[in-house]
């Protein structure tokens, strides 16, 4: 099915392609130390690009909110050197110019699904987008919230399966696996599975990493912290960064299953663009 | 369970007192003499606001996104001439402070509200809000969303149950009444109850308004058009604005047998503030 | 609408007509002192229907499982003292015909909904029966199932609105209150709501009942226990005996606001038919 | 995962172990000769069982109700003409002594998981069960189901994931793929995944397949049809028979990167027990 879907381009990495991409870090930045351990793994383990949030959208109002632009200038200094992209979540239209010096890949999160506002003005931004799906919202909405960005002209679309709510409480979200397949049908574009959000705990993420590259997701964004129990923000589901390899081996030997690949070990850093 | 409400002060308009506020209208303002027509049935029936959707947040970006601008001016001018308040979702930040003109209750509308900049921004502004709960979110997340507004110090919340998204397709939504009791209880906040997006259909808007009425509303969100055949958006859901009266004077019994009260026929234009 | 419903006659009961019936007692019947306590009471309201299990469907097989025939002889008693029919469900089909002499309507479990033989087999017995809604099944297979009922020429039948499964946890199933008017419509049949398994805690059980009256209930099933904190399954969610006669008063006003009205007080013990 | 799963033989199979065992067959048997293709090609394809509904649960009185016991018959002769052992619903108790003839496997659907009298009868029966999950019930009730099973003494008891009910209508149901390590984690029983009734559309069942065999199935029970389109059950969701072995290499090969198998090809009929 990967044939028929658009390859999104971002610098030097080809999103919807043969390759899967492997997409890691911590659900918030919290210090140089941690994210700068985290890449060195990441890029180890075949990753391309290093997650990490600077900018947090948390249920309750006194939950840690991220480090904010310091966050961001962490992510980028621990990309660089260790030859990653960088993907965070951006909040608010007037992030987007500032952001472009950290974020290769701007992520639209779950709750932001339908904030049209965002969606435009990423659109018109150009920057390439990872358009999470809402935890409430159809396979529908979710495309068309894609087409209010592909509708400002931004064709750098990729989507991300991260589960939705239903009444099954032992995992965190239910991964829609047919998503995945049905989305790429329908709008032609490439979609990456979070397993670590849908989980909710990180004794599930392995089987719905393998999961999710078995329904032919063209990459996975997992959320990994060196030391879980210290973490600020969804320690519980986040894999111990040690064990990270080993989960992107088996999820490497699945995708060959299926006549595809994921990338083994770090490449050379890639200089700014 | 309503005497241990917080009551909501909006000009001369309380909100989770003895007497429900009826606020109905237009999903969008689509002309003057539409705006003007609802805005007189409405007084007439012992409303209190003028709901119009100006900027208009649809599912998909081919769709009527509403007047802007021009619809608030009419929809201000219509509700001043009938002694109303207006109440109209308001989208981002930048729309705050020019909307203070036009609109006296600021609704966030469900797809919104975890969007944590525009909640702190509203909760700075002072403006009174309408909340509406996410059609994927618990009571719990609708809680935090509210504090997020509460926490910068705008205690004029009005929460609103518009229905959750289940695997019932005979409805849009499904209206969780539960939620009107509970968020009262846990929050202290008025809820007010939107049957219309439950509905979906209006043959259902009257089941589910009277089931709000009974369930402890302390105010009433209903769409209406003087020809839903020609609405622009959600026409389906939309009760025939002739019918209006009716539906009120049924939920004014239900409340009366609960000791409360909604407002009979229309009373002198306010002046503005 | 209630006046398209067919009636359906339970001896001297009429469900759909004007008068709502009240069917209230324990989730399970324990004792001839708790039984029939509840039976006074549950007279005294106005109360038409003793409801109490006796086979009890529950979720573990280490839960208590009821007191079986005991329990059914010990509720045809404590029913006939006090003038009242009988409702308890029906696990089987070779439960049927021994239960005529002591249950006088035949209540079909959520988990039974979907029970294709005991359907059919409840149809050819022509014992009035209360169809519960399966809490994952859809209004469309709810009314499909009581055509398997009505399909064997029987039909005395009376749909239960008990509540959905929804991602929402704060009670402990969902009330589809549109469904009790989508199915009185589409199907012409009587429907009573169960506001106690829906709401799970009895904090809500008052919200909901009303809720259901408002939206055209035919009568209302109410678990109730003189000492919930001591009952041996379901204590939760169980309404304190003593104060189910001001419950069902409120019940009866909003009723009332609405043209219909609800039983005051006891009646004469009817006799065996 | 696999090794802490309790293995449960059926005849010469061994479901829990490291050869995934594949189930195929139509819904409905619907004659002999469509029986009789089926099996051919399931067991050419590595298929150790063949699948088809005799009594079917259908939503709706007036659809196809299946072949009853001639169906059972045509069952038995074509996988024992190839081989194969055999699995099929069965709707009560009364069924289970004739059914041993026929079936080997004894499957309880998913609208009878909660079906006690039925769940205690199996148990009883001591015959190999085949537990689909309640498309609206939670894990934890799954397995306590299979407790009432396991209570009698039945420890031949398989789980069968098929999808859950939620507000998503692109597919029929959203695959849990988390419950089957969930479920065998908590319980230690072997799982087994049926895309077909999840997908409900052929064209996302090779999707689901691999995502189940992915997250440590140990079956597949998958539905297949020589001419779906005039199937008389289920036909949009049914495999087309001769695409079946190249849906099964496929799965072979997720499983063989994960170290586990799928057989290859057909092997001598087996003599009955």
């Known amino acids: 099915m990967s044939n028929s879907v658009r390859v999104v381009n971002i610098r030097d990495c080809a999103i919807g392609g043969a390759e ?35 900018f947090k959208v948390r249920t309750s109002p006194t939950a840690f909110q991220g480090l904010g632009w310091d ?9 660089d050197a260790h030859g990653l992209l960088t993907v965070s979540e ?9 952001a472009r010096r950290y974020v290769d890949f701007a992520q639209i ?26 935890f ?22 990729v989507l991300c399966e991260r589960g939705i709510r239903t009444f099954e409480t032992a995992t965190r979200f239910t991964l829609d696996v047919a998503a995945v397949a049905i989305a790429k049908a329908r709008l032609g574009l490439p979609v990456v ?16 990493t393998l999961s999710g590259v078995a329904c032919g997701a063209d990459g996975l964004l997992i ?24 989960l992107v081996e088996k999820a490497r030997r699945v995708a060959q299953a ?9 490449r050379q850093p890639v200089a700014a663009a």
């Open 20 to 54: 899967l991409m492997v997409m890691a870090g911590p659900c918030s930045i919290e210090s140089r130390e941690q994210i700068f351990h985290c890449a060195e793994v990441v890029a180890a383990s075949g990753g391309r690009f290093l997650r990490g949030g600077a």
């Open 71 to 79: 966050g961001w200038k962490l992510l980028r200094e621990a990309a």
């Open 90 to 98: 951006i909040l608010g239209e007037e992030q987007i110019e500032p």
């Open 109 to 134: 999160g779950s709750r932001n699904m339908q904030n049209v506002p965002l969606l435009r003005a990423l659109g018109r931004s150009r920057m390439p987008v990872l358009l999470k799906r809402g």
């Open 136 to 157: 409430g919202c159809t396979i529908d909405e979710w495309l068309h919230a894609a087409e209010y960005v592909t509708g400002e002209g931004n064709e750098h679309v």
């Open 193 to 208: 599975v979070d397993p670590s959000h849908a989980a909710g705990q990180r004794e599930w993420v392995e089987c719905l």
């Open 223 to 246: 959320e990994t912290h060196p030391d879980p129990a210290r973490a600020l923000s969804d320690g519980p589901q986040a894999v111990v960064l040690k064990e990270l390899p080993a």
């Open 258 to 266: 299926l006549g595809r690949t994921v990338a083994a070990g770090a």
